[in-house]
């Protein structure tokens, strides 16, 4: 029976990446930097999971002769930009720039009044989780969500399976009771690799990716309500497949 829905935040919540674009764009001229991303190369890199992950990244490909820098150096460099970027985020989002994906309140809303029992898993931070869904569900939206597993819980960032399965952990449910949601590959694998069956909703940065296993793969859960899923759900003969 289908007892629980577990939901990532960038891009399956909400369509943030253009948001978190600028905000690193700005950051890096807040910082002096003459780093610019487009969005080429921001789909690129997004095949990184996390953003100091996606700075030091960017970093080792445009200062490969710089190898030698002192650690301590390159770790202040990243978190000085990262909570820059941050704080350009935060303020982008409570200006109106980032707004829920259809249906997802919906969902949201239909989810509860039927008993499912609802969490997040996510490689973003706390404060973007909570500067997007306090301006999108108002300041008790984590009374919506049980179980909250983020970048501060789950350091292995997807396409490892660690924050699925600490979350699945903290609800006390087996794989086989519960639906991920996701929108890009590296999100689909950390939920099958704990064994989720998964619905995905690619967005403009993901729609090219492959989505081999999906449960569904949809345009955005507008329509989607739970008779739906729990429909797909009694289609899974089998849990998902565990990654090695």
């Known amino acids: 029976m289908l007892q629980a829905l577990i939901f990532d935040v960038d891009g399956t919540l909400a369509d943030t990446e253009r948001a978190h674009l600028a905000a ?12 610019h991303w487009d969005e080429a190369r921001y789909t690129q890199l997004l095949e990184v999971s996390g953003g100091k992950e996606r700075i030091a990244h960017y970093w080792a490909q445009v200062n490969a002769s710089r190898a030698d820098i002192d ?67 108002g300041p008790d939206w984590q009374l919506a969500f049980e179980v909250i ?40 694998q950390a939920a099958r690799g704990a064994g989720l ?3 995905v909703t ?21 329509g989607v309500d739970v008779p739906t899923l729990r429909r797909w759900h009694g289609e899974v003969a089998q849990p998902a497949a565990t990654a090695p």
Not at 24 to 35: K, R, S, Y
Not at 202 to 222: E, W
């Open 24 to 35: 690193f764009n700005a950051a890096f001229a807040a910082e002096g930097l003459d780093w």
């Open 71 to 137: 650690g301590t150096e390159l770790r202040a460099l990243i978190d000085r930009l990262h909570e820059v970027k941050t704080a350009f985020y935060e303020e982008a989002v409570r200006q109106g720039a980032v707004q829920l994906r259809p249906g997802v309140l919906e969902l949201i809303d239909d989810a509860r009044r039927s008993g499912l029992r609802l969490a997040i898993a996510t490689t973003t931070s706390p404060v973007n989780i909570a500067a997007l869904l306090r301006g999108a569900m």
């Open 197 to 199: 069956a998964t619905i």
């Open 149 to 188: 597993e983020d970048a501060s819980t789950a350091p292995r960032k997807k396409p490892h399976p660690q924050v699925y399965q600490q979350t699945l952990a903290r609800l006390q449910l087996p794989a086989t009771a519960c639906l991920a949601f996701e929108d890009s590959a590296n999100g689909l």
């Open 202 to 222: 690619p967005n403009a940065f993901t729609a090219h990716h492959r989505f081999d296993g999906a449960l569904r793969v949809l345009d955005s859960l507008q």
